[in-house]
């Protein structure tokens, strides 16, 4: 079984790849009652020598997701794609959440992400309009302390 899986696995480059092409990554927090919280997040990478490197996302300071986290920072985020199953293909990144209440860090996030969905640059007018959002978000830091992956168009 484990020959299986390593042969499955993606190489450290190819999950750095596949994480940075990809859009929606989907955060799992543990709710309130215990089970797991799954969202849809947009994300960019925050490169790291090690891995496939740090997730950032936004979101609303007051959201159900920044209450689950607060209380234990343990998440997960997965990554999936392929509608066969020989085409199926995968990354989830076990770690903690770090909660950044900083305006600059969350603006600076949701510029990089109006970039990666809209293509919309980096300008004054982009980070204007943004300035009012970024003071009722979070960043969300996202590090990997575990890998797996899959891709089954391996076999």
Sequence with gaps: MANSRARLALSED??????R??????????GPDGLPDPVPMWFVVHETPEG?????????GKSQKVVNLRRDPRA???IEDGTAYAELRGLQLTGRI???DDDSDVLETLVRV??????????PA??????TQAAKRVLLRLRPEQVVSWDHRKM
């Design 98 to 100: 770090e909660i950044v």
């Design 52 to 60: 496939p490197g740090e997730v950032l996302m936004t979101t609303y």
């Design 76 to 78: 997960v985020g997965l």
């Design 114 to 123: 109006a970039d990666k969905y809209s293509g919309t640059p980096d300008s």
């Design 126 to 131: 982009l980070r204007e309009g943004l300035a």
């Design 14 to 19: 190819e999950a750095r790849t596949y994480l």
């Design 21 to 30: 092409g990809s859009s929606t990554l989907i955060l799992c927090s543990i």
